[in-house]
Nanobody
Framework: VQLQASGGGLVQAGGSLRLSCTAS????????MGWFRRAPGADFEFVAG????????TYADSVKGRFTISSDNAKNTVHLQMNSLKPEDAAVYYC?????????????????WGQGTQVTVSS
């Protein structure tokens, strides 16, 4: 299984970015996908997750109402639309996948990981 994350960049506070994670290598009908982030000097933080069919979108409290996770099964891609970005959202964002029936916030539950994509938010 390979995950390819993209879409990071530099944005001003209040702006938007859309991250994408494209999966390949196997079928994902029994998987859940998650986005995590890691700021400098901090631990990994769960951001959002979704079942592969688009069910059960789940968000960290810190991003509820601002971020939206969605899946495009035809393209084996999960998106993270990030609006109203704040400087504290700046981090390296990682997508992950696991054979999960519910969305977990623990990164240990996710077996497959993509490379990170940098999100920088200027104040």
């Amino acid at each position: 299984v390979q995950l390819q994350a993209s879409g990071g960049g530099l944005v001003q506070a209040g702006g938007s970015l859309r991250l994408s994670c494209t999966a390949s290598g196997r079928t994902f009908s029994h998987h859940a996908m998650g986005w995590f982030r890691r700021a400098p000097g901090a631990d990994f933080e769960f951001v959002a997750g979704i079942k592969w069919g688009g069910d059960s979108p789940t968000y960290a409290d810190s991003v509820k109402g601002r971020f939206t996770i969605s899946s495009d099964n035809a393209k084996n891609t999960v998106h993270l639309q990030m609006n109203s970005l704040k400087p504290e959202d700046a981090a390296v964002y990682y997508c992950a996948a696991g054979t999960l029936t519910i969305i977990y916030a623990s990164r240990a539950r996710y077996r497959f990981w993509g490379q990170g994509t940098q999100v920088t938010v200027s104040s």
